[in-house]
């Protein structure tokens, strides 16, 4: 057991994560790197993901990273190549490249409604697919970032909500169809966390964040290293018996409402 959590558990190891230019994702390959790996990033914005991987590089890590839209099936798959031809078979792929807006359905255009559900599925079933030739098998590990709106529904965020739950859906299929070939399949669930674009959406004032805290059953936000960490027990050895999982790291999140005044307490 002890052996399993050394510091440079992922020696040797290679990652591809997707939609690493900023907030959870980022932290979460900068987390892979620090623990040995060698991680290809990928976002839409070429100057922002040279930046996240560049920073990798100066904190001594090795990074390489490529603009690449997960919309786009040829074009992830033409990284998960230059990625395998760079750094050898990927043992981990993280695929977390989402969107939201907030919005009531009537709010949202057909377009509205396709974008999100583009990026936040159809994204993470291009990037899982594509990368299956290029995965080392057996052993490989690969983790979606989904949301507890998955399970919970919450209005304005329909999209959201239907993405999602189509996410953990995948997730568990492609860990039936994949787990012969020695290839884990399981997804994050990741709560409200501090600091990040997609809380300043949902809780864009402080009455707002106040209101989501006392609903939580641990009265806080998360942070984006309980994410990276829940990520690096999952794709290590310690995880090696886990797939077709959704793990809530969310603070009680997917439990429900936790406020004291959700029910009237008896005297
Ligand atoms: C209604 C909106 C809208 C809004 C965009 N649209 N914003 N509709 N209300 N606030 C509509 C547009 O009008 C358009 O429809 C369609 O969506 C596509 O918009 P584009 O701007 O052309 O799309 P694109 O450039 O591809 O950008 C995608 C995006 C954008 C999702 C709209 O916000 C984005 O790039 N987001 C990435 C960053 C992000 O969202 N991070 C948060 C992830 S957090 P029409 O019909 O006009 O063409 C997350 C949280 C999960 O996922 C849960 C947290 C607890
Ligand atoms: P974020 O900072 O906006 O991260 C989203 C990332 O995806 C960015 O790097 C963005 O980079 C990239 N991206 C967006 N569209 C893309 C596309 N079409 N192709 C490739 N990359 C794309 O958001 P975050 O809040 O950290 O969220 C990260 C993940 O956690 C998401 O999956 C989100 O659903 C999930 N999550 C977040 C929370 C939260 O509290 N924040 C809660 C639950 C779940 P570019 O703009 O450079 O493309």
Request: with cysteine; hydrophobic share 45%; proline share 4%.
């Amino acid at each position: 057991m002890a052996e399993t959590f050394r510091a440079d558990m992922l020696q040797g190891k290679v990652a591809f994560v997707a939609g690493a230019s900023s907030g959870i994702n980022q932290r979460i390959a900068e987390r892979l790197a620090t623990a040995g790996a060698k991680v290809a990033m990928i976002s839409r914005s070429e100057e922002k993901i040279g930046l996240a991987a560049e920073k990798i590089r100066e904190q001594g890590g090795d990074a390489l990273g490529m603009a690449a839209d997960v919309r786009d099936y040829d074009s992830v798959a033409a990284t998960l190549k230059k990625a395998r031809d760079h750094y050898g078979e990927i043992d981990i792929v993280l695929s977390g490249a989402a969107g939201n807006f907030v919005a009531p359905a009537l709010g949202m255009s057909a377009n509205g409604f396709r974008t999100v559900v583009d990026i936040d599925l159809n994204g993470t079933f291009n990037v899982l697919r594509a990368a299956f030739e290029h995965l080392k098998k057996p052993g490989a590990s690969l983790i979606s970032i989904t949301a507890p709106q998955a399970v919970k529904p919450q209005i304005y965020q329909a999209h959201v909500c239907a993405a999602k739950a189509g996410v953990n859906m995948l997730t568990r299929c492609l860990a039936m169809e994949w787990g012969p070939a020695g290839v884990r399949v399981n997804a994050v669930s990741p709560g409200p966390i501090g600091d990040t674009e997609g809380m300043a959406r949902l809780a864009p004032t402080p009455e707002i964040e106040a209101n989501y805290k006392a609903q939580l059953a641990l009265r806080e936000f998360g942070t984006k290293d309980d994410i990276a960490d829940t990520c690096l027990f999952l794709c290590s050895d310690a995880g090696r018996y886990i797939t077709g999982t959704i793990i809530d790291c969310d603070g009680g999140t997917a439990l429900g409402d936790a406020s004291s005044d959700a029910l009237s307490r008896p005297e």
